[in-house]
Each structure stands twice: as structure tokens, then as C-alpha cells.
T-cell receptor
Framework: AAGVIQSPRHLIKEKRETATLKCYPI?????VYWYQQGPGQDPQFLIS???????DKGSIPDRFSAQQFSDYHSELNMSSLELGDSALYFC???????????????FGDGTRLSIL | GEDVEQSLFLSVREGDSSVINCTYT??????LYWYKQEPGAGLQLLTY?????DMKQDQRLTVLLNKKDKHLSLRIADTQTGDSAIYFC????????????FGKGTTLSVSS
């Protein structure tokens, strides 16, 4: 079965540079979520989109922005990168069906971002 | 606020049963999940339970939910070395697009 596709798998940047991470959800899934997982940490929610609109916002820095496109893929844009942004960034997708939203989130393999 | 707590480590012998415990605080949570993460890999959904259920079984996995005590457990029968990984408990409100709140994860080590 098709899974969530994230690209690139690995990314190395220097401080103050910008980065764009991409996420392609499972076909027919309409909701995407972004999480950040630091070394030895649990995943922390950044932001989510449902039908191309922001649906929930977590601890996403102002330097980061994201959007969901008409084909439901999503991009996380990161600017003025800092050493502390080094982490594994996960995208997850789900099929949300109102009023019952119990569809579980399925995760991609993540993008490992290293800031030098 | 929302908080999910897990014990950090569990060590078992191959063939034994493993029980990973989790407590949560958000009383509005209606879905509870278990994810598995192997080293350097993504998060694999193992199973989930709706809050009106007490138990769910899926092959070697059994999930028990005590809603009164806000306690969730994952039992892995006949634990194998391939089960060695970090297991995350997560909760989610019953609303589209809302986030999963994860525990810190339990590292399961299986020795042969």
C-alpha cells in the first residue's frame, strides 16, 4: 500500500540558510501534519492542514511556514536556520471524515535535517 | 494541560510477554494510539483504541484501557528480538486535524 512520501530524506544546511521539506500524503488523505523530533525526544506537533486550510497549530517557530496545495501535498518552509533546528521532521497524513475524525495518522519516514 | 507519561525502559527475554504502560491526563481524549519507532526510522502505527472500549486485540498485541484511571497498556505476547524499538503512546482529541500528543517513549530491549 502507498505510504506517506517525504523528501528529501536527508538535508544538510548551514546556519541562517533556508530549507524546504516536502510531503506527499497517502492517496485520498486530505489532512497533513508536521512534527519535529529532536534527538532522543518525542515528536512535537508543529502544524496541520485540512483541505488546504490550517487546522491546528503547535510549537512552530515564526521562522517556519507551511502550506497544503491543491493536490494535497504539503511543504514546510524553514528560514534563518539555527543549530537547534537539527532534528527529524515527520509528515503524517489522515483521512478526516466529519463528524467522526477517528482516522489514524500515518507517518512518513521523515527528513533528517542537520544544521552545521 | 495535556500530558502523556510512560516508563522509559523495559527489558525482557525473547519469548516472554512485554507490557508497556502509559498514563494520560486529557479527559477529552477519545483516541489513544501506540506507535513503534525503530532506530533511525519513522513512526509505525501499531494499533489504536477508542475511549469507549476496554480492550482491543490484534494478533500478538493487546491494548487495555482503564478510562477511570486514564491508564493505557500495550501487551506484546511472545516478544521477539525484532520487537526491540521505542514505543510511543499518543492521545488525540476527537476533532479533525488536531495533533497527536506523544509520551516520551518506552525503549523495549529484547534479549535472546
Amino acid at each position: 500500500a502507498a505510504g506517506v512520501i517525504q523528501s528529501p530524506r536527508h538535508l544538510i544546511k548551514e546556519k541562517r540558510e533556508t530549507a524546504t521539506l516536502k510531503c506527499y500524503p497517502i492517496p485520498r488523505h486530505d489532512t497533513v501534519y508536521w512534527y519535529q523530533q529532536g534527538p532522543g525526544q518525542d515528536p512535537q506537533f508543529l502544524i496541520s492542514f485540512y483541505e488546504k486550510m490550517q487546522s491546528d497549530k503547535g510549537s512552530i517557530p515564526d521562522r517556519f511556514s507551511a502550506q497544503q496545495f491543491s493536490d494535497y501535498h504539503s511543504e514546510l518552509n524553514m528560514s534563518s536556520l539555527e543549530l537547534g533546528d537539527s532534528a527529524l521532521y515527520f509528515c503524517a497524513s489522515s483521512l478526516s471524515s466529519f463528524p467522526d475524525s477517528n482516522q489514524p495518522q500515518h507517518f512518513g519516514d521523515g527528513t533528517r535535517l542537520s544544521i552545521l | 494541560g495535556e500530558d502523556v507519561e510512560q516508563s522509559l525502559f523495559l527489558s525482557v527475554r525473547e519469548g516472554d510477554s512485554s507490557v508497556i504502560n502509559c498514563t494520560y491526563t486529557d479527559s477529552s481524549s477519545t483516541y489513544l494510539y501506540w506507535y513503534k519507532q525503530e532506530p533511525g526510522a519513522g513512526l509505525q502505527l501499531l494499533t489504536y483504541i477508542f475511549s469507549n472500549m476496554d480492550m482491543k486485540q490484534d494478533q500478538r498485541l493487546t491494548v487495555l484501557l482503564n478510562k477511570k484511571d486514564k491508564h493505557l497498556s500495550l501487551r506484546i505476547a511472545d516478544t521477539q528480538t525484532g520487537d526491540s524499538a521505542i514505543y510511543f503512546c499518543a492521545e488525540k482529541e476527537d476533532q479533525a486535524g488536531t495533533a497527536l500528543i506523544f509520551g516520551k517513549g518506552t525503549t523495549l530491549s529484547v534479549s535472546s
